[in-house]
């Protein structure tokens, strides 16, 4: 499992390498809420495709190695602790705006600017992405009891729907 400290160590190494980066995924939502909420597995990472070689470079020298590669649309570095961090490479446009390429190359999925927001870990202040951008990548699939319960927290906190549409 993905501790704080294991996320915040992440960070650090991807900060002094230079390369931002944007929690998603359930670390995302718990950043959002300020707390810790569950047992994460991995960490899901947006990052800007010109950073790439970096971001991997950094986490290479950590230990990690490449164990799936779906790129254009994302790509997951392991470490032999069991630790996870499922990587996104995004698009960005003047506007602040970013796309992130699907396995459909016609659907492309969207950030806007606004969807850029700041949350907490612990006592950190990190990059994440938004609720109701969370919402949106938690529609169109069957979603597992944890998504059903991340999405009742958003709810709960931000009184955002978060029913399927």
Same mark, same amino acid.
């Given at each position: ?6 996320? $915040? ?22 950043? $959002? ?56 490479? $995004? ?7 970013? $796309? ?66």
């Amino acid at each position: 499992m993905m501790s704080r400290n294991d996320v $915040l160590t992440i960070l650090a190494l991807l900060r002094g390498a230079g390369a931002g980066v944007v929690i998603a995924g359930g670390w995302g939502i718990d950043a $959002l809420l300020g707390e810790e909420t569950r047992e994460h597995r991995d960490l899901d990472l947006l990052h800007v495709r010109e950073q790439e070689p970096v971001v991997v470079e950094a986490l290479v020298s950590a230990g990690y190695t490449e164990t799936l590669d779906w790129r254009p649309a994302r790509f997951v570095l392991s470490h032999p602790s069991g630790l996870e961090i499922d990587l996104h490479p $995004l698009e960005f446009a003047p506007d602040g705006s970013a $796309l992130q390429s699907s396995l459909d190359p016609a659907e492309p999925f969207r950030y806007p600017a606004s969807c850029f927001v700041t949350g907490t870990i612990g006592t950190t202040t990190v990059r994440c992405i938004s609720a109701e951008q969370q919402v949106r990548f938690h529609q169109g699939y069957e979603p597992a009891e944890r998504d059903v319960l991340d999405m009742a927290r958003l709810k709960g906190r931000f009184g955002i729907d978060t029913a399927a549409r």
